[in-house]
């Protein structure tokens, strides 16, 4: 038993002294080591490595691309426009134990990184209109800010690899008073489509009204000249007929009368000589009809 106890208790200790000898260094790390503090080794490469128990120790920083999202700032363009910038700094360590020197952590690098990138987005707007950071042009004004602002996080141990705008925007107050004279704006042109529409429309409708006048007077014109037409051939026809027998035109028009006069059913009192119903009062015709039966009985 006195055996495996101190079997046991070498182990532990071979783990312990192990341990504190033998460390790690994985691919997405990079580490310093410190010996009483002071940096005396860096290691940048992936792999197993050796140090002196309880007399060093590590350090380790990220070795993958580390992001930095600044809160929003103001900033003046060159044509005096106040804008509102959003940006994120994309950036690693280069240089561990400068950047152990320099800044320490990685929330003082992200404090130093936002300085220097603030500083460098004022002075870059300030030499840009306005349009311009909202056009295309952006992209190239984000060039120039990260190359500038490259050289002076080289001193930190720090490579920027690039810097962009998330969101530019006007203050909030400037902001409604754009939005109000857009407004305006839109109006504007709104009312100036509508005042152009409705000249159109006026033309339009003076077109067509004298269309239909000239269409009107042109179809009253030829209706008139057929009537007139039809009236002279009516007149021609009834002429003719007239010439034929009189007599008979006349009684055959006098029928028509009635039949549009009389109604059954209709009383009428009339006096005995009215022209009108001579035909059914004076039997006119009717000494015609029995000379004519007569005669026909004769030639029998």
Do not use: C
Not at 12 to 23: H, P
Not at 132 to 158: L, P
Not at 205 to 227: F, I, M, N, S
Request: proline share 3%.
């Amino acid at each position: 038993m006195r055996i495996l106890r101190v079997l046991i208790i070498i182990l532990i200790a071979a783990g312990i002294l192990a341990s504190q000898v033998f460390f790690i260094v994985d691919e997405t790390n990079q580490a310093i080591v410190l010996q009483f503090g002071n940096p005396i080794r860096t290691i940048q490469n992936p792999g197993l490595y050796t140090k002196i128990p309880f007399i060093q120790n590590l350090i380790f920083f990220e070795k993958r691309i580390l992001s930095s999202d600044a809160p929003p700032q103001e900033y003046l363009t060159t044509d005096k426009k106040r804008l509102v910038v959003d940006h994120v700094t994309r950036w690693r360590i280069d240089e561990p134990l400068l950047y152990f020197q320099a800044v320490g952590t990685e929330a003082g690098a992200r404090a130093r990184l936002d300085d220097i990138v603030f500083s460098e987005l004022r002075e870059e707007l300030a030499k840009v209109d306005f349009v311009e950071v909202i056009s295309r042009e952006r992209e190239n004004i984000m060039e120039r800010v990260a190359e500038s602002a490259e050289e002076k996080a080289r001193e930190f141990g720090i490579d920027i690899v690039d810097v962009r705008v998330k969101r530019a925007d006007l203050p909030v107050e400037v902001e409604e008073s754009v939005y109000q004279r857009m407004q305006a704006e839109r109006q504007r042109e709104s009312s100036l489509f509508r005042a152009e529409g409705e000249e159109q429309a006026v033309i339009l409708r003076a077109q067509a009204d004298r269309e239909r006048t000239v269409v009107l007077a042109e179809g009253y014109a030829e209706a008139q000249r057929l009537r007139g037409e039809g009236e002279a051939l009516a007149i021609k026809i009834y002429a003719a007929a007239l010439e034929q027998d009189p007599e008979f035109y006349a009684f055959i028009r006098r029928l028509e009368a009635y039949k549009i006069t009389l109604k059954d059913g209709d009383s009428i009192v009339i006096p005995v000589d009215s022209d009108f119903f001579r035909y059914l009062t004076s039997g006119a015709l009717v000494p015609a009809f029995g000379e004519q039966e007569a005669a026909g009985e004769a030639g029998e």
